[in-house]
């Protein structure tokens, strides 16, 4: 990696920006300026976030937006209203408000003198949504939009929900969130004020979680910022970038295949992040290819980039499974279109003495499996710090119904959205069903390919789910997350299927006992041909990152996941430690310190027994002001109902400064 100390145009920062509002409300924003922008006005790109730009983001703010304004932009941190030292009170995910405010940016913005009036939006995650639903808006004033690791559809490709099951992120999200929300400003910008301000946002917290379990199917909460709902209200070019380690795999390839604006898609072997900082590896130049994407639509340069393939994706080598990866082999792929010409589907039939079969299978397999059944998945969305990954699936496979292939003669190139075609029928109402996709080595381990969950009885809607019929036979579709992976010749493929995936999802009430129908079923590969053209696609540049600010790191951050399981009781729990460490930003001297841990528990034959808890400490200091949040939010049920509790506290110094605890009873969905 190359630290990038002089650029073709010297920076000046604004450290504390206001923006106002149409309603008076005013935002905070830090930007980097070319130094001459005055006299030779220069676009704008906005990430626009609720994550504080003065604190929590700007160790990574600093690795990103100085090198545009290096290279002829206004780059702009801006943070959502009721965060950081914003006026307002913190939001739910997305609301109108928050799209409303940004259109008021966005036209604040163009209008300064050092603005040509052109911009774009990047974001990961949060902001990745952010460019996307703006886009949607057609703002006058944005032009082109990178967004990274987000989704089309809030509801089926989400941190929430997976094929209309729970997933433990929700939980997850929902827990840091409520901390997140309850940060005050700070004194050193908005003045004395300051406690006023805080309290004001402590007293109209949102309960995230309660929210987010309340809307168990895909209804009007979740359509609201799904840019699915309408592909052609989005007018401006989209670069779309994920990782095939992250959660969020899905919505790359979705987005190429449903827009119609040029578009393009940038796939690698990442975790979370931003792909010049990538882990797993290898990193790349993003900040270079980025600028080609802003040169060529916010300044109008004809570079070539909307000429080039729109699909560049890293077709994965087999590993190893390891539980953290510092590089994943594999080598670039592209393609002209997404769907592509040189990808077809390949069947294989289910058989339940032989396996995965060419032609059609027989027998019936029954799936009846163990609550505890997929600990080894990894996380959901892994950020690359810790032990997130995959382990060996040979413990979880003991406990699964196999399809296994013979050995493969030839290497097979797995490239899209592998789907199983199941007969099936449930002796309970409401029951899931997972698929793991695997590649078995000659020694025996397995690797985790991909994998997919369906709730049954979102099998035909997600917006109006229905109860299974015990004993009826059912025809589902269960699609598995995007990949681009190689399975070698000399391997096995494995097809794995269970009841659950914990502790990612939540279970169903009830087990359920699931009769597979193989004469009917079967798995539906996408296999790629191979493509003398991917030998000439130009290398990536080396990845560049600006000279990293005052920061002084106090502790290092990290990540600590343990399972353990209690013999005599068959009580399992899973915690997943979370230190995102302690610094110091020197210029203001701000300290910040994170630390957070996720809890999961079960009981072997008892899914009724499942129950998750979060908590997180964060503290800020400088100086004798010191202040901390404090929050924990639980999630339990019985077999009617979720019970959502939170509970934050906020201090100053070791005086208590606001204490509250929510609670709300939600009635289950089909769930």
């Not at 600990?375 to 003991?398: F, S």
């Not at 079923?521 to 990152?545: C, M, Q, T, V, W």
């Amino acid at each position: 990696m190359t630290v990038r100390k002089d650029y073709p145009r010297r920076i000046r920062v604004i450290d504390h920006q206001a923006i106002p509002m149409s309603d008076g409300t005013m935002l905070a924003a830090r930007i980097w300026l070319p130094e001459d922008a005055e006299d030779d006005p220069v676009p704008a790109i906005i990430e626009y976030i609720p994550y504080r730009h003065r604190d929590f983001t700007l160790p990574r703010d600093e690795l990103i937006h100085p090198w545009f304004a290096g290279h002829g932009y206004a780059a702009i941190r801006l943070d959502t209203r009721g965060s950081g030292n914003t006026q307002g009170a913190p939001m739910d995910e997305y609301v109108r408000q928050e799209q409303d405010d940004m259109l008021d940016a966005l036209a604040w913005i163009a209008a300064q003198s050092w603005s040509t009036g052109a911009c774009g939006m990047i974001g990961i995650s949060w902001g990745g949504f952010s460019g996307l639903q703006t886009a949607f808006r057609k703002p006058p004033e944005l032009k082109a939009v990178i967004t990274l690791c987000s989704t089309d559809d809030r509801y089926v490709d989400d941190v929430h929900y997976m094929s209309g099951c729970l997933l433990r992120n929700n939980l997850a999200w929902g827990g840091q969130a409520q901390a997140y929300f309850a940060r005050p400003p700070d004194p050193a910008i908005v003045g004395d004020k300051w406690r006023e301000m805080w309290l004001k946002r402590l007293e109209e917290l949102p309960f995230p979680t309660a929210e987010w379990v309340s809307h168990q199917r895909r209804d009007d909460y979740w359509k609201h910022g799904s840019v699915c709902q309408d592909w052609d209200a989005i007018e401006c070019p989209v670069y779309a970038v994920t990782g095939w380690a992250d959660g969020y795999t899905n919505t790359a390839l979705k987005l190429m295949a449903g827009l119609k604006v040029p578009r393009r898609c940038l796939i690698g072997p990442w975790a979370h992040g931003y792909p010049h900082l990538g882990a797993p590896g290898p990193a790349i130049g993003f900040l270079q290819d980025c600028l080609r994407w802003w040169d060529r639509w916010l300044k109008g340069v004809e570079n070539g980039i909307d000429k080039e393939p729109m699909v560049r994706l890293w077709l994965q080598d087999h590993a190893a499974p390891a539980a953290q990866q510092t590089e994943r082999p594999g080598r670039w792929i592209a393609e002209e279109a997404w769907p592509s010409a040189t990808i077809s589907e390949r069947t294989y039939g289910l058989d339940a003495g032989a396996g995965l079969v060419d032609g059609t299978g027989t027998g019936e397999a029954m799936v009846a499996t163990d609550l505890t059944v997929g600990v080894l998945t990894g996380e959901w969305n892994p950020h690359g710090i810790g032990p997130e990954l995959p382990l060996d699936q040979r413990p979880d496979d003991a406990l699964s119904v196999l399809f296994d292939s013979a050995v493969l003669a030839e290497d097979l190139a797995i490239v899209g959205l592998p789907r199983v075609r199941l007969s099936l029928r449930s002796d309970k109402s409401v029951a899931t069903i997972t698929a793991r996709l695997e590649s078995v080595a000659p020694d025996g381990a397995s690797a985790l390919v991909t994998w997919g969950c369906l709730n049954l009885t979102h099998r035909d809607s997600h917006d109006v789910p229905e109860a299974l019929l015990p004993g009826q036979t059912y025809d589902v579709i269960l699609s598995m997350n995007a990949i681009a992976q190689t399975v070698p010749a000399g391997h096995r493929l494995r097809l794995a299927l269970a009841n659950g995936c914990w502790p990612l999802l939540w279970p169903a009430p009830e087990e359920a006992r699931l009769t597979i129908d193989c004469s009917a079923s079967a798995l539906l590969l996408p296999l790629r041909s191979a493509n003398a053209a991917d030998a000439d696609l130009p290398e990536f540049e080396g990845a560049e990152i600006p000279e990293p600010s005052g920061v002084t790191w106090l502790r290092q951050f990290g990540r600590q996941r343990r399972f353990v399981t209690d013999m005599e009781s068959g009580h399992t729990e899973f915690s997943l430690g979370k230190d995102d460490g302690a610094y110091r930003i020197d210029d203001h001297g701000m300290e910040v310190d994170q630390l957070g841990v996720e809890k999961q528990s079960i009981t072997k034959g008892d899914p009724l027994s499942s129950c998750g808890e979060v908590s997180w400490r964060i503290t800020q200091s400088r100086g004798d002001w010191q202040v901390a949040v404090e929050a924990t939010t639980t999630v339990t049920c019985d077999a009617a109902n979720f019970f959502v509790e939170t509970t934050v506290n906020a201090s100053e110094g070791d005086d208590e400064f606001f204490s509250q605890n929510w609670k709300r009873s939600i009635p289950r969905d089909l769930l």
